[in-house]
């Protein structure tokens, strides 16, 4: 445990949540590469601060607007009316300080869900239920004109999902990036549900009524389908880390689709299911050359068999995710330590 920075202790002060002369210890979290994240100790118990950064932790130039903070706390107070276990409770914000004051989660009783994965303990029925609450979220939120106003943040989600995923991968990949900027298009260009943005596992806690969701800065009004395939994409790249247990993450990943696309009464699910499906490809292929590589696939033949699996379906996109899962399956069984 540290001391916390003076500058935080006086926010929380201000908020009314920190006697002046109280004592306070905290730590600061890992594991995000956008924001200041601490967990300090008030006499009530534990809280989690959160302080946008205006450059991202990464090797690349990653800047990204701080007023994104704004929109997190508004996507926490939307998705607390829709399901309110699905989030964690705001208890105090500051847009002098540009921080707000959350929830603590123990790791003890909330594991973080790639921290499970990694473990190769995946559980379909847990990946079912992550499904569920995002097409949850999504249904309630559908064409409804006063979120969109709410959640006019299309210029962040730009900068901070499809310039350093999509764009970025484009200028690495020119016989791939009209497809790319395609993906882009497509995406910025629909507007129909509330939007988290960063739907990954690092960003979800296991918890006993189901998936809480963290880190919702990118939110937007935006597609749907980038939610799903963003989490999706996640699962596909748990089997070239783990082969041994590809079968188990193709598992969860259609229990996922499965629960996911009943919600979907927005619009035709099979036009949602060819978004998700030709996002897919573009996730991958960012995952390993856009500007926020997932850390865990170090091996040559894993960059390869993701590079040639997303290069040819971004070439001849199918629709189906069911036809990715199945294809992804064939691709794995090639990689050191596959079972057969």
Not at 47 to 57: G, Y
Not at 228 to 240: E, G, I, W, Y
Not at 315 to 325: H, K, Q, Y
């Amino acid at each position: 445990m540290r001391d916390l920075p003076q500058d935080l202790r006086t926010a929380l002060i201000r908020l009314d949540l920190l006697a002046a002369d109280a004592p306070v210890t905290a730590e600061p979290l890992t594991g995000g590469v956008s924001s200041d994240i601490w967990r300090v100790d008030l006499p009530d118990g534990p809280v989690c601060i959160k302080r946008a950064l205006a450059k991202l932790k990464v090797d690349a130039d990653w800047q990204v607007p701080v007023e994104r903070n704004k929109y997190e706390i508004s996507w926490l107070e939307t998705v607390a009316a829709i399901a309110p276990n699905a989030a964690p409770r705001l208890l105090g914000q500051s847009d002098d300080d540009g921080l707000f004051v959350m929830e603590y989660y123990n790791p003890a009783t909330h594991p973080l869900w790639k921290s499970e994965l990694m473990a190769g303990r995946a559980d379909p029925d847990f990946a079912a239920s992550v499904g569920a609450a995002l097409g949850q979220i999504h249904a309630a939120t559908a064409d409804d004109p006063a979120v969109a106003d709410r959640f006019d943040s299309s210029n962040i989600f730009h900068a901070i999902r499809l310039e350093p995923y999509l764009e970025a991968t484009a200028r690495r990949h020119p016989a791939v990036a009209d497809a790319l900027r395609r993906l882009v298009t497509v995406t910025a260009g629909t507007r129909r549900t509330l939007v988290h943005g960063d739907v990954s596992p690092k960003n979800i806690l296991v918890g006993a009524k189901g998936p809480v969701f963290l880190d919702a800065e990118c939110a937007c009004y935006g597609d749907p389908a980038f939610d799903l395939a963003f989490c999706l994409n996640h699962l596909l790249l748990k089997a070239v880390y783990r082969p041994d247990a590809c079968a188990t993450y193709l598992t969860c990943f259609s229990a996922m689709a499965g629960a996911y696309l009943p919600a979907v009464d927005w619009e035709d699910r099979d036009v949602l299911e060819r978004r998700v499906a030709h996002l897919l490809p573009g996730l991958l292929l960012a995952r390993v050359d856009g500007k926020s590589p997932v850390e865990y696939l170090e091996e040559p033949a894993q960059h390869a068999c993701v590079r040639g699996f997303a290069r040819t379906l971004l070439r001849t996109p199918v629709p189906m995710l069911a036809t990715i899962r199945d294809r992804w399956g064939d691709a794995v069984t090639n990689l050191p330590g596959a079972t057969a």
